[in-house]
């Protein structure tokens, strides 16, 4: 049974940091490029950074420079450091998991507020 299951989200101040984890379990985690997507209410769902098999990695504009994607195979776990967040990074952040196929986890809530 394939599982995505993210953690760490919550509720920061502008400035502050988060970071996200998203283990995976019941595909070949090595062989699937990684991505988490966000979406703000009453907003479509974005991609905001990715990690292919080989290590490279991709960000939406409005993070680079402050988000960090990461991956660990031994783990089968991805990370995102979210750092200098801003009240529009609030958001649910979804883990994406594709290959031939698509997985996505449930999402985890990240809110900045003061």
């Known amino acids: 049974q394939v599982q995505l299951v993210e953690s760490g989200g919550g509720l920061v101040q502008p400035g502050g940091s988060l970071r996200l984890s998203c283990a995976a379990s019941?595909?070949?985690?090595?062989?699937?490029?990684m991505n988490w997507y966000r979406q703000a209410p009453g907003k479509e769902r974005e991609l905001v950074a990715s990690?292919?098999?080989?290590?490279?990695?991709n960000y939406a504009d409005s993070v680079k420079g402050r988000f960090t994607i990461s991956r660990d195979n031994a783990q089968n776990t991805v990370y995102l450091q979210m750092n200098s967040l801003k009240p529009e990074d609030t958001a649910v952040y979804y883990c994406?998991?594709?290959?031939?196929?698509?997985?996505w986890g449930q999402g985890t809530q990240v809110t900045v507020s003061s």
């Open positions: 994406n998991a594709r290959s031939i196929v698509t997985y």
């Open positions: 019941g595909f070949t985690f090595r062989r699937y490029a």
């Open positions: 990690i292919f098999s080989v290590g490279s990695t």
